[in-house]
């Protein structure tokens, strides 16, 4: 009786060069799917990271070939430029003030959309529409409530009896000027939806067990709301500190850097090198020390991070 024959088995060398194979034409279909991205990151933003790197070791004037300077114009940001000192004083001054102000600001506003109440999706909306505005329009509109002769804030301030300040045109008030407007147009923006996010994310039985307890609300806040909610203040704290030490546009749009140097932060310093007296060499340096004082900020929040960020799965581990 003649035996059928089994079928043959794939060699483990062949289903090994099989696999292989596979792999090898997966990883191509991967990276032809990120080929688009891969390219705008190379060309719009590693490129002219490089490119400004090297011109801040030059002395570049646009019209001329970049010449190699080495540190020239490190030494000159810091011991020559008043104005880097000026600009990096305006900037620390906004940061350490409109940060906190910012978070305390759109914490309350979330608190107060995180009731169950009817129509709170409206009001949530209402309060997240202002961060929608254009940061350009939002300034004229604001530098339109603060002029001193006929600004709707001085009008309603003298009603009761104050006279209020010239604001924009002002030395002392130009800076909490721009401060007002930053907390009108972000107090209810994407730090209020991350903030809300965080606290919809609380158990509710440790509220319940509070109730039990007997605990007021301010007691319950500070005792569950606010520590569950230290990883979401760390990460508002982060991206806020970052963004504030990019301040740029309601200076530019409202006081140029004035009155008196009062509201010329570190960017618009940095812009007026680059495109009011082209110098794209020496402007490219500040942006670099802008970049190394940023990350250092941001190293230290994450190194004194574990001191007070609770985070709830580290101690179940």
């Known amino acids: 009786m003649n035996r059928i024959a089994a079928p043959a088995r794939p060699s483990v060398g062949a289903a090994k060069r099989g696999r292989s194979r596979q792999e090898i034409a997966e990883e191509r279909l991967g990276f032809l799917y990120i080929a688009p ?13 490089l490119a400004s790197l090297y011109l801040s070791f030059t002395d570049y004037e646009v019209t001329l070939a970049p010449k190699w300077v080495g540190l020239a114009n490190y030494a000159k940001a810091f011991f020559q430029d008043d104005l880097t000192w000026v600009s990096l004083g305006n900037t620390a001054y906004y940061v350490f003030i409109s ?26 909306t ?75 994310g609380v158990p509710t039985e440790l509220y319940e067990a509070a ?30 500190i970052i963004a504030s030490f990019q ?3 309601q ?24 495109f009011v007296d082209y110098r794209p060499g020496y402007a490219s340096a500040l942006a670099w020390i802008l970049f190394v004082i940023v990350l250092a900020f941001t190293v230290i929040q994450f190194a004194i991070a574990r001191r007070w960020v609770y985070y709830e799965s580290a101690t179940k581990g």
């Open 99 to 124: 940060v906190p102000l910012g978070l305390a600001a759109s914490l309350l506003c979330a608190l107060l959309m995180d009731r169950k109440i009817w129509g709170v999706s409206g009001f949530r």
């Open 247 to 249: 301040v740029f546009t």
């Open 37 to 49: 991205w891969l390219l705008g990151f190379l060309i719009f933003i590693l490129g002219p990271l």
């Open 251 to 274: 200076a530019f749009v409202a006081t140029q850097g004035g009155p008196g140097d009062a509201t010329r932060f570190f960017v618009l310093h940095l812009y007026d090198q680059a």
């Open 126 to 200: 209402l309060f997240y529409m202002p961060s929608i505005v254009p940061t350009v329009v939002t300034t004229l509109l604001w530098a339109y409530l603060l002029q001193p002769d006929y600004g709707l804030v001085n009008n309603l301030l003298a009603g009761i009896g104050i006279n209020g300040p010239t604001w924009l045109n002002s030395v002392v008030w130009a800076k909490p000027a721009l401060i007002i407007m930053a907390l009108w147009a972000g107090a209810g923006g994407s730090t209020m939806i991350i903030f809300l996010a965080g606290l919809q």
């Open 211 to 240: 109730d039990v307890d007997g605990a007021a609300g301010m007691r319950k806040f500070f005792s569950i709301t606010l520590p569950l909610l230290t990883p979401t203040i760390f990460f508002n704290l982060v991206v806020g």
